[in-house]
């Protein structure tokens, strides 16, 4: 396989969806990173050659999804005995080095999808920004077609709202 | 009959390119009549043409593959070495594996292809012609005698071989092949030297 070939082609798009889901340009692209490696060490399990994109995209997403999960552990702290779990959840929002250099559009975009769930994120930045097919979203994400449709419904009927202001 | 929120799932599948064309044959109708619905697809619409004016593909800094390059060239690197270990490893075992095969082979060809006993029949040995040989020749009688001694000898070993075998299989603990008796061969060769009439001895 032509690595090189490949980081050219598939990267921008995988890295758009990272930036979408960790809210800073520096994690997408240490994710980015992570999901080559990942591929080029375990090429031999991917069955289909031609499902190369949605294959790439379900390791970056996987990636994201433990990065997220050893956060989230790592950051849970005991408050007080009325209160005994709260998870600190990721801001991203309020890291000054995210959208930078930004439309007003983009910008305020970036900040919704960093407030929607990893399911509206993720079903939002694949069909509406990155355009691939429900097909693809389903083997990415394992959802079901029909949970694809609603789900990209949701989130784009979430955004719609939100951004209404740029009507 | 379809919701309103049923049919703005399939605008939404509409703008994405993922209905049939008789989905998009009811969607657009119920949107005719629809102004709630009407208000939806063109929110989704000004939506996606925005997203699609501000979103391009974002450069990938070059330093990333460089990056990614050096690790898993490294990675490869000592992964080669480990492979390399592996496959001599691999080589010589199938190299002891096939010696042994043969080594066992040749041993147990040697014990199990050995006779157990002699061949008894001395080609030097007499044999006294019988009175009902027939026209054969006498050398053409004697040396048929002689075959058909040894080969009856190594039916015997043979079938003993079997036996044992059989004997092995089925029943616990080892059992030693019978061992031929060799005077029985030596008391049928005296046997038929002693018939001095010409007779054949049957047996």
């Known amino acids: 396989m032509n690595w090189e070939n490949i980081y050219r082609e598939y990267s921008p798009g995988i890295l758009q969806y990272l930036c979408g889901l960790c809210g800073t340009q520096s994690d997408a692209q240490d994710l980015l990173q992570e999901t080559f490696i990942k591929a080029m060490r375990s090429e031999s399990s991917l069955r289909e050659p031609g499902k190369m994109r949605s294959w790439l995209m379900t390791i970056a997403r996987n990636l994201f999804l433990d990065s997220r999960r050893k956060w989230v552990n790592k950051n849970i702290t005991t408050v007080a005995d009325d209160n005994p779990i709260l998870e600190v959840i990721p801001d991203p929002g309020h890291n000054p080095e995210k959208f930078a250099v930004q439309s007003d559009f983009k910008a305020k975009l970036h900040k919704i999808l960093a407030e929607l769930s990893e399911t509206l994120q993720t079903a939002f930045t694949l069909a509406v920004i990155q355009k691939l097919s429900y097909a693809e979203i389903e083997e990415i994400t394992g959802w079901s077609m029909s949970m694809v449709k609603t789900n990209v419904f949701r989130a784009r009927r979430k955004i719609a709202s939100e951004l209404s202001e740029f009507r | ?203």
């Open chain 2, 1 to 203: 009959m379809k919701t309103c929120e049923e049919y703005q799932i399939d605008i939404s599948a509409m703008l994405d390119g993922e209905l049939t064309p008789a989905e998009i044959a009811a969607t657009v109708q119920h949107l005719a009549k629809c102004s709630e619905c009407e208000r939806v697809f063109e929110e989704f619409q000004l939506l996606q043409e925005k997203v699609d004016k501000e979103y391009s593909r974002p450069a990938v800094p070059q330093e990333l593959w460089k990056n990614i390059q050096s690790k898993t060239i490294h990675e490869q690197q000592s992964t080669d070495l480990t492979g390399r270990v592996i496959e001599f490893r691999k080589w010589a075992f199938r190299i002891i594996s096939v010696a042994a095969g043969i080594a066992i082979t040749f041993t147990a060809g040697y014990f199990l292809g050995k006779p157990s006993a002699p061949l008894l029949i001395d080609p030097s040995t007499p044999i006294i012609l019988a009175s009902q040989k027939g026209s054969m020749s006498d050398e053409r009688f004697q040396q048929l005698t002689r075959e058909l001694l040894i080969a009856d000898q190594k039916y015997q070993q043979k079938m003993y071989f079997i036996l044992h075998a059989l004997n092995s299989e089925y029943m616990e603990g080892d059992l030693d092949p019978p061992s031929i008796d060799n005077n029985d061969y030596t008391d049928r060769l005296r046997l038929i030297n002693s018939t001095g009439d010409g007779e054949i001895v049957k047996y």
